[in-house]
């Protein structure tokens, strides 16, 4: 099975920043790749399917590139409510999800 | 509006089993799948099973293949996570969300708040 590991583990940055989140397979999985944010006490949501497309509702900083084995969550200029945990998720065999990316705002 | 709302969580021992519900509203709820995700207590996401629409196309993540069973009334709008044999590591938050088919994947769009199961004696 395909598995995903995300970095890095945590990250702190400012408002405005740009910030990059990456996802890496284990093996290519073409662009079967989607990302979501989760902030406590909350379920997830979905951010960007089909590893680029920007979901509806969710703003256009958000933005997601990749194919093959590297994939990317950008966030071109971070705000103060996006401090969350980020997680990719694939849908190879079966959908998986990577471990997480905790962003805090400095 | 869409809403699904999850039921059924509990303290259970070690080897018992849990009913979960998944009460969806607001779409046409035969039209999609639908997954169960859980989350270990401060840890990240597990995505465990989905169902399709009609019920015909069911997979399991290896953890509960075996030991958990989904299933769905559609007169009912309703989907079903049975747990037997269940486990401390079990022990989660369980959400059920809906599964909208996209060009190359199959995301959840939409997510209930989840049902909390704790397995300990």
């Known amino acids: 099975a395909i598995q995903l590991t995300q970095s890095p583990s945590s990250l702190s940055a400012s408002v405005g920043d740009r910030v990059t989140i990456t996802c890496r397979a284990s093996?290519?999985?073409?662009?079967?790749l989607a990302w979501y944010q989760q902030k406590p006490g909350k379920p997830p949501k979905l951010l960007i399917y089909d590893a680029s497309s920007l979901q509806s509702g969710v703003p256009s900083r958000f933005s997601g590139r990749g194919a093959g084995t590297d994939f990317t969550l950008t966030i071109s200029s971070l705000q103060p409510e996006d401090s969350a945990t980020y997680y990719c998720?694939?849908?190879?065999?079966?959908?998986?999800f990577g471990q997480g990316t905790r962003l805090e705002i400095k | 509006q869409v809403q699904l709302v999850e039921s059924g969580g509990g303290l259970v021992k070690p080897g018992g089993s849990l009913r979960l519900s998944c009460a969806a509203s607001?779409?046409?709820?035969?039209?999609?799948?639908i997954s169960w995700s859980r989350q270990a207590p401060g840890k990240g996401l597990e995505w465990i099973s989905y169902?399709?629409?009609?019920?015909?196309?069911?997979s399991y993540a290896d953890s509960v293949r075996g030991r958990f069973t989904i299933s769905r009334d559609n007169a009912k709008n309703s989907v079903f996570l049975q747990m037997n044999s269940l486990r401390a590591d079990d022990t989660a938050l369980y959400f059920c969300a809906r599964d909208v088919v996209r060009a190359t994947t199959t995301p959840s769009d939409f997510w209930g708040l989840g049902t909390r199961v704790t397995v300990s004696s």
């Open positions: 093996q290519g999985m073409s662009t079967t």
């Open positions: 998720q694939h849908f190879d065999s079966y959908p998986f």
């Open positions: 607001g779409f046409t709820f035969s039209d999609y799948y």
């Open positions: 169902i399709s629409g009609s019920g015909s196309t069911i």
